[in-house]
């Protein structure tokens, strides 16, 4: 058994609360250990620490905070071993996914060490003879996140790293299920010599609770969110009481496209990853397959060889490409949407999912309709369904047929085609003849009910800025 709960993996809960969480590997079923919980009047005391002491983190250089990132990275890096192996004790996807998740959420820190310097304002020639007029830019003030299971690190430095180089102090609530990982970094973060009152973690069973205080509170002036569209809904009503700025990073329902004129290898490779990694629960994974009539059987044919080399099981051990999912409630929406679909008429290629444990190997439906759930839902699952098209103006319909609009992903070699349809897709990312787009240095989000803001990038730390606008009169 892992015992993972040691004292400083928790230095930076000091104010704890009355009970524990229990965290549990998804793959086994055993307790890893237990983290405290804030209490009402303990994360008010952190919140009023963290404005206290965003004024002095504010004043320091710029240069400064670079070099407190820059530290923090660094240590990431060093830790990456153990970071992957906590992530995947408590997360469940596989080891190697794990290390590429350290180093995806580590570049993120090293990104905005970067972008901290270069937070320039504008002077804009004047409207007047006598006038001169200029912006700057300033940390918003509090900013506080509230962070999911599927990516316990990344999800996190996307958000802290623009927020404290910008000169914001930020506030997290990892997911319940996954807070090790979040309580790893932080402590990593201080010592790296982040100040303890500006970098926080606080964990509770009660995400209402926290949701309600963040939003409700004056001195918060922003709130970032990636999750589940209904909560995002219901934060951003929340935050309207106090005219908070927010940033949402919500459900997706990806297409993955191929023409009939794309690379089928590529296509495949890029269906495998887009679609299995993390075991189907990333939002921007592909949730649904429209293949053209003329290579539709090649295409499947090629994607049933291909998924029974996939090795489901515990994510610790060798070989293993699909963990389990992330609870029985998760498998429970996956089982469901198939013997839904099949109750329709799709077929399932694909191993038995077995009843016990949380595993679903991977699955491909065929014969599948547009109109099922199993394509009108995100399914967060390691399951295909695959649709066939015949004509463009058709695909495009069913494809942006959908509330959300964060990522699509196409194949084609057709010039003409392929700016087309990335121009008439409504997403807010589109990988042509690629199917993992993820980075650090480009704009992440969505369009829709997928989300609001930009994470990463140039862009990601003017979530955390506001615009000054100064005007010198009687020159
Ligand atoms: P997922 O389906 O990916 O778990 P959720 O939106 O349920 O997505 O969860 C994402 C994060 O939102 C988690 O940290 C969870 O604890 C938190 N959360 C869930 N419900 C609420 C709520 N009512 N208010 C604030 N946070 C919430």
């Given amino acids: 058994m892992h015992q993972i709960n040691n004292a400083s993996l928790l230095s930076g809960l000091s104010e704890q609360g009355s009970h524990t969480l229990t965290i549990t590997n998804p793959a086994t079923g055993e307790v890893l250990g237990h983290v405290p919980t804030v209490s009402e009047s303990a994360l008010q005391d952190m919140i009023e620490a963290a404005h206290q002491g965003q004024k002095a983190w504010a004043k320091t250089t710029a240069k400064h905070r670079a070099q407190c990132l820059n530290r923090w990275f660094q240590l990431i890096h060093d830790n990456q071993d153990d970071l992957a192996r906590i992530m995947t004790l408590e997360q469940g996807k596989p080891l190697a996914e ?22 320039y304002g504008e002077t804009i020639p004047g409207h007047t003879a006598d006038r001169r007029l200029m912006t700057i830019k300033q940390p918003i003030g509090v900013a506080c996140a509230i962070t999911p299971w599927n990516f316990p690190i990344a999800m996190i430095t996307r958000k802290a790293a623009p927020a404290l180089a910008a000169g914001c102090s930020f506030i997290v609530k990892p997911s319940e299920l996954t807070p090790l990982s979040a309580l790893a970094i932080t402590e990593l973060a201080y010592q790296a010599g982040i100040p303890r009152d500006i970098l926080k973690v606080v964990c509770s069973d009660n995400a209402r609770m926290i949701g309600q205080i963040f939003t409700a509170s ?60 993390n075991a189907g629960q990333t939002c921007v ?69 077995p009843a016990d444990g949380l595993f679903v190997p991977p699955q491909i439906l065929v014969n599948v309709d547009h109109q099922m759930d199993i394509v009108q839902q995100e399914i967060f699952g390691p399951v295909a369904p695959v649709i066939k098209f015949d004509s463009d103006e058709a695909l495009i319909e069913m494809a942006n047929d959908t509330p959300y609009g964060l990522a699509a992903y196409f194949y084609s070699q057709n010039i003409k085609r392929i700016w087309k349809v990335a121009e008439a897709l409504e997403y807010g990312m589109v990988g042509i003849n690629e199917g993992i787009i993820s980075t650090e240095v480009a704009p992440f989000g969505g369009v829709k009910e997928s989300g609001i803001g930009r994470e990463g990038a140039k862009q990601g730390i003017d979530e955390y800025m506001e615009i000054k606008y100064l005007c010198f009169g009687g020159i």
């Fill in 98 to 119: 794990a290390k590429g998740e350290v180093a995806y959420g580590a570049s993120f820190i090293e990104w905005f060490a970067e972008e901290a310097k270069r937070t």
């Fill in 218 to 277: 004056p001195l918060i002036r922003k709130l970032s969110f990636t999750g589940s569209t209904r909560v995002g809904k219901l934060l951003m009503e929340q935050c309207a009481d106090t005219v908070k700025r927010t940033s949402m990073e919500l459900g997706g329902n990806a297409p993955f496209i191929v023409f009939d004129d794309a690379d089928i290898p590529a296509a495949i490779q890029g269906a495998i990853a887009s679609k299995f990694r």
């Fill in 285 to 353: 994974c592909a949730n649904r397959f429209y293949v053209h009539s003329r290579i539709y059987d090649d295409f499947v044919a090629q994607f049933h060889a291909t998924i029974n080399k996939l090795v489901t099981g515990n994510g610790l051990d060798e070989g293993v490409t699909i963990g389990p999912v992330i609870n029985q409630a998760a498998k429970d929406k996956v089982t469901h949407l198939i013997n839904q679909a099949c109750q329709q008429g799709a077929t399932q290629l694909g191993e038995p999912i």
